[in-house]
């Protein structure tokens, strides 16, 4: 393909896109194939010689859009909400063709230096304290990451390295092995199961703190834990905070967790993947209250703030403790920029040493959207998860089982959980909407999420009557079949 072509095939490209976008509405939201249906339709292997870009293009219709889950659907309500909007994707088009591998200053200067500044803006709108941004001469910063997994990987790493030098200092008796045995790191119960997996990769203990009955964590719950593994001889050294955790859009306490780690001398990360986005409304920014005793921050703009994945924005108060994990220097990366003051090199911020020119879709969004436009998007989102909320309390059949303060609803069928899983399957099999469950503590709980930048009231109140409809039959044939044993 040379340049006159791409010129032609990119513009139909575009047109596709925009005609997927725009008339995604109409396909159904979730696939109709088994596992393993894609094989049968591709060859064997690679051809020998070159297709026409009319032979690929015709089968993304056949082979591709069949096995889709339509994630940009108004009728998709799963998960959380997974951005896009067209100036994004155009940054993204223009990040594919700079192309450019962004690991140091010297590797693009412009890349870098723009990150740089996109997260001072993004830092700002979600009002950080001042020592997170990078400024002209701040100890702090911040960066993009894949996604939240990372950031919390992240941030243990650096967590871990530190405590370790510091015990090394104070006991150097101590091996670095002996040390790692001892360590722990905390997260709620309710915290995403990358935490975990953090904790996994970083070879260290983690305990879940209990949360209490709006499924938060609270001071005195981390207390008690701390104090009796300290009591054990443990070194107590990483909690990772949730903002909006996965099941129920819960808050962890910070203005009492906060302290209590300062004191510790235990790293605090704050996961804020989801919610993070909604504290760019002022309405909304007391949720981030205690962010000031936090080491780390993050929040995913590929979630909610119409910057299509991956761009997840992490900030640290010392960009120092990051860099001091991961630095290494090899001949080959170094340029004599480096020891300026004035100039990040962002593979000490993160674990792959290749990174893509993200900041670009950020740049293009907050530019093209503006804060109010953002700010309208989140409203939106919120006030259809209300309104959502409002037709589940009019049916006693039905109760929500958790706080609604974003854009997600926990709801269920007052009854079993069996009953609830029958209805969950309905909803699915029927495929004119897409949900996915929770438990909360013992219960097994619909989560209804405001996804699509599309979404309108008229797809809310279709996504309930057929919710409705579908429990209206379910209990008819649960009550009969009950009748009959």
């Given at each position: 393909m040379d340049a006159a072509e791409f010129r032609k095939r990119g513009k139909?490209?575009?047109?596709?896109?925009?005609?997927?976008?725009?008339?995604?509405?109409?396909?159904?939201?979730?696939?109709?194939?088994?596992?393993?249906?894609?094989?049968?339709?591709?060859?064997?292997?690679?051809?020998q010689d070159p297709e026409s870009f009319e032979d690929v293009f015709k089968d993304i219709e056949k082979i591709i859009m069949p096995g889709v889950t339509h994630w940009h659907s108004p009728y998709f309500f799963a998960y959380f909400p997974a951005a896009s909007s067209f100036p994004a994707l155009l940054a993204d088009m223009l990040c594919g063709g700079i192309g450019c591998v962004g690991f140091s200053w010297a590797a693009s200067p412009a890349c870098t230096e723009l990150e740089t500044v996109m997260l001072d803006w993004l830092g700002k709108m979600v009002n950080l304290p001042e020592e997170f941004l990078a400024g002209q001469d701040g100890q702090g910063g911040g960066v993009i990451q894949g996604s939240a997994s990372e950031a919390t990987l992240i941030a243990l790493l650096a967590a871990r390295t530190k405590i370790i030098r510091q015990v090394q200092s104070e006991k150097p008796e101590l091996t670095e092995t002996e040390i790692m045995g001892r360590l722990v790191a905390y997260a709620s119960d309710q915290a995403h199961s990358s935490v975990e997996r953090a904790a996994l990769i970083g070879a260290v203990k983690i305990k879940n703190v209990p949360s209490d009955d709006t499924f938060s964590v609270c001071g005195s719950a981390l207390k008690k834990v701390l104090d009796e593994d300290k009591a054990a001889g443990l070194i107590p050294f990483f909690f990772c905070a949730t903002l909006g955790t996965t099941p129920c859009c819960s808050f962890d306490k910070l203005l009492e967790l906060g302290p209590i780690c300062n004191k510790g001398n235990i790293w605090m990360h704050i996961d804020a993947a989801y919610a993070g986005s909604a504290f760019i409304c002022p309405e909304f920014r007391h949720l981030l209250n205690g962010v000031e005793f936090a080491d780390s921050f993050n929040f995913n703009p590929h979630k909610w703030l119409l910057v299509n994945f991956d761009c997840s924005a992490m900030w640290v108060k010392k960009r120092s403790d990051l860099i001091g994990a991961f630095k290494l220097e090899p001949l080959y990366l170094q340029h004599h920029h480096q020891e300026s003051g004035l100039v990040t090199d962002y593979r000490h911020w993160q674990i792959p040493l290749g990174r893509r020119f993200r900041s670009l879709k950020l740049w293009f969004v907050l530019r093209m959207y503006g804060v109010k436009g953002l700010q309208e998007h989140i409203r939106k989102h919120i006030r259809l998860s209300h309104q959502f909320e409002h037709l589940v309390l009019q049916d006693e059949r039905f109760e929500i089982c958790a706080k609604v303060v974003l854009g997600l609803v926990c709801f269920r069928l007052k009854g079993s959980n069996e009953l609830n899983e029958a209805l969950l399957k309905s909803i699915n099999d029927a495929k004119k909407i897409h949900?996915?469950?929770?438990?909360?503590?013992?219960?097994?709980?619909?989560?209804?999420?405001?996804?699509?930048?599309?979404?309108?009231?008229?797809?809310?109140?279709?996504?309930?009557?057929?919710?409705?409809?579908?429990?209206?039959d379910l209990l008819k044939t649960w009550e009969q079949n009950h009748h009959q044993q």
């Open positions: 139909e490209m575009v047109d596709y896109v925009a005609d997927y976008l725009e008339k995604i509405e109409k396909r159904q939201v979730f696939p109709d194939v088994e596992p393993g249906y894609l094989r049968p339709l591709i060859a064997d292997c690679a051809p949900l996915v469950p929770c438990h909360l503590r013992e219960k097994f709980v619909l989560r209804f999420a405001i996804c699509s930048r599309t979404v309108e009231s008229t797809h809310i109140k279709f996504a309930w009557q057929h919710i409705s409809q579908l429990a209206t």
